[in-house]
């Protein structure tokens, strides 16, 4: 039993490096497959997220840059549009125009001075008096001191006043009239101003302020 021992020690001494050697090649070989399938693994797990971007590319809808609407779809409100009023002569061919004036002006009338808010459109006796621009006859009234009034109501705040006219018998109140109707005669009957002679007195309100007429007003050049 003992000689027995002592060979297979003896048997081992004399290949131990042969042992070794096996065991360092078994160890390098193991090594080398293992780092092989772990390189296979990372290419597979590469491929498969490389083709599920490449999938969701192809799916996605490109953006056209939209049709001019917003998030809700509803097309955007259009500008506002900004009417421009723009008045006719209220008498045609005036022999002569009185000025609008806030200061004081003297009144030969009345021999005083005062301001006169208002232009005085000079023209015969009975000559036409049109409406400015189109509204709604708000008012005819008649005084024994200023004569015949019509107010044109042109919305907004706006009116045109008309007076020392002929008696009111051309329009009603409430009545719609055009640009350049007829709405009434050049006279006298403004006993404030009949001195002058003959002239439409003419004013413009706007939301409730006597204005200058040459705001909306468009002279015609003689």
């Known amino acids: 039993m003992k000689k027995s021992n002592n060979k297979i020690l003896t048997f081992l001494r004399r290949n131990a490096v042969y042992f070794i050697l096996s065991f360092c090649i078994l160890a390098i070989g193991l090594s080398v497959t ?23 590319g192809d799916n996605q809808t490109p953006d056209d840059g939209g049709d001019d609407k917003d998030q809700e779809g509803q097309t955007p409100d259009p ?9 006719i002569m209220p008498v045609e061919n ?12 003297f009144n030969q009338t009345l ?3 005062q301001s006169h808010m208002a232009m005085d459109f000079y023209a015969e006796e009975g000559a036409p008096v049109l409406a400015v621009y189109e ?12 004569g015949t009034t019509i107010v044109i109501n042109h919305g907004d705040g706006l009116k045109s006043i008309y007076n020392s006219l ?10 719609k009239v055009n640009q350049g109707d007829v709405i009434g005669e050049v006279s006298a009957t403004n006993r404030q101003e009949y001195k002058d002679g003959p002239h439409l007195h003419f004013s413009v309100e706007e939301n409730g302020e006597v204005i200058d ?3 909306y007003l468009v002279l015609n050049e003689k």
Request: hydrophobic share 35%; proline share 4%; charged share 25%.
């Open 34 to 56: 293992l780092m092989l399938v772990n390189r296979d693994n990372k290419i597979s797990d590469f491929s498969s997220s490389l083709d599920e971007d490449l999938d969701a």
């Open 111 to 113: 021999g005083r001075y």
């Open 135 to 146: 509204g709604t006859v708000e008012s005819v009234t008649s005084t024994l001191l200023q």
């Open 166 to 175: 002929a008696d009111g018998e051309s329009v009603t109140v409430g009545q």
């Open 94 to 105: 005036p022999t002569e125009i009185g000025d609008y004036s806030a200061t004081m002006v």
């Open 213 to 215: 007429p040459v705001k």
């Open 79 to 87: 500008e506002p549009v900004i009417k421009v009023i723009s008045f």
